[in-house]
């Protein structure tokens, strides 16, 4: 499969506990975005990176959410201190080259309670 | 404001039918427009993208821009129950940043 890969697709973890998600992009891919989905809503923009910089992160992003993607390749993001608004469906895209058109992951579903 | 406005529905349709989605959206410089579908519980894909005014056809789908009135719709022709999904509209005003409306649910009733 040459998709979007993300892991772990569930994550139920106790309020204050640490959690970390995986992404794995289709491989010619140098843009590399991460969303957060609600019930009801649309993807929320958090964060996204050229190859291995990130060049934006949300105003909504606390200090306890921060995205690496080492080399380029994969990415991680890591919730600190989970909170229970923190519940919600974190979403990785990727990218080529031309800017909307994004290829999705099948999420990783985080539940804090 | 929010920057990408759509009505939530949801939006039932026999099947055979035309369902029309609307989209407006509040900032004047964005560039590229795009019509993702999300089936319940699977992710987003893209399914149309449109930069020019005017109408862009593919396949049973039809977009729309006016860029004047700041409005995107979505056309879907001969509704299928395979179209039951929710809709949603996005635009892209930056170099990288897409923003996402809610999202209209369509239901096409057999």
């Known amino acids: 499969d040459t998709g979007v890969s993300q892991n772990p697709r569930h994550k139920i973890t106790k309020r204050g506990q640490n959690v970390t998600f995986r992404c794995d992009p289709i491989?010619?891919?140098?843009?590399l975005y991460w969303y957060r989905q609600t019930l009801g809503q649309g993807p929320e923009f958090l964060t996204y990176f050229q190859n291995e910089a990130q060049l934006e992160k949300s105003r909504l992003l606390s200090d306890r959410f921060s995205a690496e993607r080492p080399k380029g390749s994969f990415s991680t993001l890591e919730i600190q201190r989970t909170e229970q608004g923190d519940s919600a469906m974190y979403l990785c895209?990727?990218?080529?080259?031309?800017?909307?058109?994004?290829?999705f992951g099948e999420g990783s579903r985080l539940t804090v309670l | 404001q929010k920057e990408v406005e759509q009505n939530s529905g949801p939006l039932s349709v026999p099947e055979g039918a035309i369902a029309s989605l609307n989209c407006t959206y509040s900032d004047r410089g964005s560039q590229s427009f795009f019509w993702y579908r999300q089936y319940s519980g699977k992710s987003p894909e893209l399914i149309m993208f449109i930069y020019s005014n005017g109408d862009k056809e593919d396949g049973r789908f039809t977009a729309q821009l006016n860029k004047a009135s700041q409005y995107v719709s979505l056309l879907i022709r001969d509704s299928q129950p395979s179209d039951s999904a929710t809709y949603l509209c996005?635009?892209?005003?930056?170099?990288?940043?897409?923003?996402f409306g809610a999202g209209t649910t369509v239901t096409v009733r057999a």
């Open positions: 491989s010619e891919h140098n843009r």
């Open positions: 895209a990727s990218s080529l080259a031309r800017v909307g058109e994004l290829f």
């Open positions: 996005a635009v892209n005003s930056d170099d990288y940043k897409l923003s």
